[in-house]
């Protein structure tokens, strides 16, 4: 249908959209992409195509001849992908995703990608390698998450998929959503019970599509998105689309982090808008800067400088309150990768090469710099250096658009020590002094250092404290096995 808002072509080759919709979801992770396709016509009913790298490297989209084999050899009338953000495991092909088990069984043969980390995962493996059948190939949770549904689709009989996720939702603990196609071509999209990721979803037409974020859908052409509750899981089967309850409700925790950071800025989650959460965290940073009144408010010689591209909208927001100018005082060089997201150990070399000041804009100023949070800080640091070498500013004040991170995460957002994170080194309890906070700044070679407090994070989001996980920033895991390492976590850090 040549009016389908989504899709005209044949159905067979559906899975030509899984490059452009996983360009929308490459700020969920740059390691590593693929899919998985399905089709009838095909011996291999299901197939699996995967690269280190970023989406446009993996799928060889400039090289339009690989790109179109790629295409051709994976068509099919259904897919699934995946972006990789590593929280643990090497950055190699084997750890890419989707993960695949062929099987000659055809529900037996399967394909999933996961969001999300199992806090529970050592002692899930331990149970594995204690039966003597399994043979773990990689210490990561998606190996883990991979036996355990070979295990429950074992059966003779063409198995109830709500039944297999219900059984898998009583032993894992974390965050954890899964898209699942297999060589019936059925496919499941389900969301954790907890709500920590995010995941969306639309029907237009005969299509059906999902996503992470919903950007990546609205990108397709899908309207009327929608966010999948927690613990729901969409089942296509044999063509009709249904949706069930897999586990017990529960509060949800939808991760405070992805309207801070980590989601795209023109994404709607659990249906509130991250740029305009990220425009109320600025309102509220103005807020606190006139109830401080540490820094004069003079639009001829004060401006505020986002970080980009995270800390835009709040700064943005902060500066328009404030009645002075938000200037572009920094210059990202967009073809360098997002330093947070890269791992590794050599964050702060790279930032010189990632940033460019624009001295035009900073010479002789008092710039407010707005960052959207502070993890370890080895960017900022550096880029403050920078901002005053090179941007010639007269002083710098940190503003910082998220409360302290205090604690690690066990659910997806790659911090999980409490040794890396720059808050705690300062910090007696939850909420940081004024000397707290000038200790913090003399340390990153600031003017002054100002945090948001945790509970305008709430107001900001719109949502009630209570559906929000905010671990991170308080210490109170929404899991028990979250609670569990962060008390694990405290015993490592103090001996
Ligand atoms: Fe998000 Fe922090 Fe909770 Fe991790 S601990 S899921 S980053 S709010």
């Known amino acids: 249908d040549d009016d389908h808002p989504v899709w005209a072509g044949h159905p067979d080759q559906v899975s030509r959209l899984m ?32 690269e280190i790298g970023t989406v446009i490297e993996a799928f060889r989209i400039n090289h339009p001849g690989k790109f179109a084999d790629i295409m051709t050899e994976h068509a099919g009338r259904a897919a699934i992908g995946h972006t990789r953000y590593a929280t643990c495991g090497p950055t190699t092909r084997r750890y890419a995703q989707p993960f695949e088990r062929r099987h000659g069984c055809m529900w037996k043969w399967f394909a999933f990608g996961f969001n999300g980390q199992l806090t529970n995962f050592k002692s899930l493996r331990d149970q594995l390698l204690q039966n003597h059948s399994y043979h773990l190939a990689k210490d990561n949770d998606t190996e883990v998450i991979m036996h355990y549904l070979a295990h429950e689709v074992r059966a003779d009989d063409r198995p109830d998929l709500v039944e297999v996720f219900r059984r898998l939702s009583q032993k894992f603990d974390g965050a954890y959503n899964i898209v699942f196609l297999n060589a019936l071509g059925e496919m499941v999209v389900l969301r954790d019970p ?28 899908f309207r009327n998105i929608q966010s999948l509750a927690p613990g729901e899981m969409i089942l296509i089967r044999d063509g009709k689309l ?32 991250v740029y305009l959460s990220r425009a109320r965290l600025g309102q509220e940073l103005a807020k606190q800067e006139r109830a401080l009144g540490r820094v004069p408010l003079d639009p001829e010689d004060t401006v505020v400088v986002p970080v980009p591209d995270t800390g835009k909208a709040a700064a943005d927001a902060m500066a328009f309150a404030l009645g002075i100018p938000s200037v572009e005082g920094l210059i990202r060089n967009r073809y360098i990768g997002r330093t947070f997201i890269e791992g590794g150990n050599q964050r702060a070399d790279k930032v010189k090469q990632k940033f460019t000041p624009l ?13 959207d949070s502070i993890v370890r800080s080895t960017t900022l640091q550096s880029l403050l250096r920078h901002v005053r070498e090179q941007g010639g500013a007269r002083e710098v004040h940190v503003r910082v658009a998220c409360p302290p991170i205090l604690a690690p995460c066990f659910y997806g957002i790659d911090m999980s020590t409490v040794r890396e994170l720059f808050a705690p080194k300062f910090m007696a309890g939850l909420v940081p002094s004024v000397t707290e906070q000038d200790a913090m700044a003399a340390e990153l070679g600031a003017d002054s250092l100002f945090y948001l407090p945790a509970e305008s994070i709430a107001r900001c989001i719109d949502l009630p404290a209570e559906k929000l996980c905010r671990a991170c920033i308080t210490g109170e895991y929404p899991t028990a096995h979250g609670q569990q390492l962060y008390q694990l976590a405290l015993r490592t850090h103090a001996t």
């Open 359 to 371: 001295r035009e804009v900073m010479q002789g100023k008092r710039v407010l710099l707005v960052e």
């Open 19 to 50: 490059p452009r919709l996983l360009l929308d979801l490459q700020n969920r992770g740059q390691l590593a992409a693929g899919m998985s396709t399905y089709s009838p016509g095909r011996e291999q009913l299901v197939s699996t195509y995967k």
């Open 194 to 221: 907890t709500g920590l990721r995010p995941m969306t979803y639309s029907v237009e037409g005969n299509m059906f599509g999902a996503a992470s974020e919903s950007v990546a859908l609205q990108n397709l052409g």
């Open 242 to 273: 249904t949706t069930h309850r897999f586990a017990p409700e529960r509060r949800p925790s939808h991760c405070f982090f992805e309207w801070i950071y980590f989601a795209n800025v023109a994404s709607t989650l659990d249906d509130r808008s």
